[in-house]
């Protein structure tokens, strides 16, 4: 058989005994005997069919979601197959040389013909391709005692380290404060005043693909994206949206609960986050970053891991980061997402209702001038204006619905009135009017 024939049929072999227990498939023919055009055909059918299969993603898919070109391939399946050959071992010394090249499958390919764990490490750690986020499968063994390996040769968070050894599966449930997310929509689709979203999505496209993220996650200088304004403004949103335009998953973290940890806990949840984040090549966001900013073991180790993490991060808050707490000079790209002006208040409403049934009597610039809304709540009086009514949208409907987005305003709910009643007119045991007493008496103190 010639040796291109030959290396195609034992590529095809190699990959079914791996696949056909997970894709159901089994074949009694002697796929040496076959065309090797139909050989090739059934190659990209398993191909599609792993795509398609996120079960123990399945080496062929595997190779196609780390961009593997064929040769390294080729190298990857003589580093993975059982029944490891001696001379296969410089196949996987050789897999080095590849840039993209999954180094953690040519160190497992070493430690299987007996070559030392801590050996197979320092062949590898002065890599110019080493990437922790792949490094980190090689050790897929099950055996508890790996993880104390990894996390301390490798510097990652012990429950990291723990769930890759154990064949766990980081996902939406990494922490009871994070969330993650595969957002959907474009940054055209978030209503900003014009040319906001586009500005901070063209700096962090143009940072991905300088350091070529996510394939190249690992250790480095994070990208800290600092979005701030008020309630509504769409700092949130407009996250999401460079996430779902980049093709990344977001993993939003809430900072309020992970401050209300344990020092101790909170600065080695940061950690966890960030190495997370690495693996699972996400984009990392915080919200409400004001609390973490003002101060507490959370900050500190938000600070280191930006220097040590290779991964955009994308900081929420209402007020500019205080000086104290080392993240302003650490922020390379900073928005301030202001509420729209009048003109610009007027803009969103006319597009807002550009798709919508509205009557003749509808003034977008008497809406613009008479309610101070964001962008987001235009669009959620809208929103409240069409639930309501199945007719054209009408300028009472639509005023009606602005009123009820304005926030703080009980002016419709509430009258201030005075009272002259005191203590004693009140009928109460003593003792309860002894202790109001000492609580009006704190309350005056403390104001």
Not at 89 to 109: H, I, M, N, P, S
Request: hydrophobic residues 40%; charged residues 25%; glycine residues 6%.
């Amino acid at each position: 058989m010639e040796p291109a024939r030959e290396s195609i049929v034992r590529h095809f072999e190699l990959h079914l005994e791996r696949l056909k227990g997970i894709l159901g498939l089994a074949t009694e023919e002697d796929e040496t005997s076959r065309p090797l055009a139909e050989i090739e055909r059934d190659l990209s059918r398993l191909e599609a069919e792993c795509s398609s299969n996120g079960t123990l993603l399945p080496l062929i898919a595997m190779a196609k979601r780390f961009g593997l070109t064929e040769p390294e391939c080729d190298v990857l399946v003589l580093a993975t197959a059982p029944g490891l050959n001696p001379r296969w071992r410089g196949y996987a010394e050789q897999a080095t040389r590849y840039g993209k090249l999954d180094v953690a499958f040519a160190v497992e390919a070493l430690e299987k013909q007996g070559v030392g764990l801590y050996d197979a490490l320092a062949l590898f750690e002065q890599n110019a391709s080493l990437r922790l986020h792949r490094l980190i499968q090689v050790f897929t063994l099950g055996r508890a005692e790996e993880s104390q390996l990894l996390s301390h040769r490798l510097q990652t968070p012990m429950r990291v380290a723990h769930a890759l050894v154990g064949r766990e599966v980081l996902d939406e449930n990494i922490s009871d404060f994070t969330k993650l997310q595969h957002p959907t929509g474009s940054v055209d689709s978030i209503v900003l005043i014009k040319g906001q979203g586009e500005a901070v999505l063209k700096q962090v496209r143009q940072w991905c693909m300088e350091h070529d993220f996510p394939a190249g996650a690992g250790r480095g200088r994070a990208l800290m994206v600092h979005l701030r304004g008020g309630p509504g403004v769409g700092k949130t949103s407009l996250a999401r949206a460079i996430a779902s335009e980049l093709g990344l998953p977001l993993l939003e973290v809430d900072s309020a609960l992970l401050q209300s940890l344990p020092q101790h806990l909170a600065a080695s949840s940061v950690e966890e986050l960030f190495s997370s984040a690495s693996f699972l090549g996400a984009l990392l966001c915080f919200e409400s970053v004001d609390l973490l900013a003002s101060g507490g073991a959370a900050q500190s180790r938000l600070r280191r891991a930006s220097e040590e993490f290779s991964i955009p991060v994308i900081l929420i808050g209402e007020a500019e980061l205080a000086e104290s707490s080392g993240l302003v000079w650490r922020s390379q790209i900073e928005a301030r997402l202001a509420a729209p002006e009048v003109d610009e208040r007027e803009a969103i409403w006319k597009r807002v209702l550009e798709h919508r049934k509205v009557t003749s009597d509808v003034e977008p610039g008497l809406l613009a001038n008479q309610f101070s809304l964001t962008g987001a709540q235009i669009v959620n009086a809208t929103e409240d204006a069409h639930l309501r009514s199945a007719a054209p949208l009408t300028q009472d409907l639509l005023t009606e619905s602005s009123s009820y987005q304005l926030r703080a305003d009980l002016s419709q709910f509430a009258k201030p009135r005075s009272t002259k009643l005191t203590l004693d007119d009140l009928v109460l045991p003593p003792s309860e009017k002894d202790s109001i007493k000492e609580i009006v008496a704190a309350c005056g103190q403390r104001a």
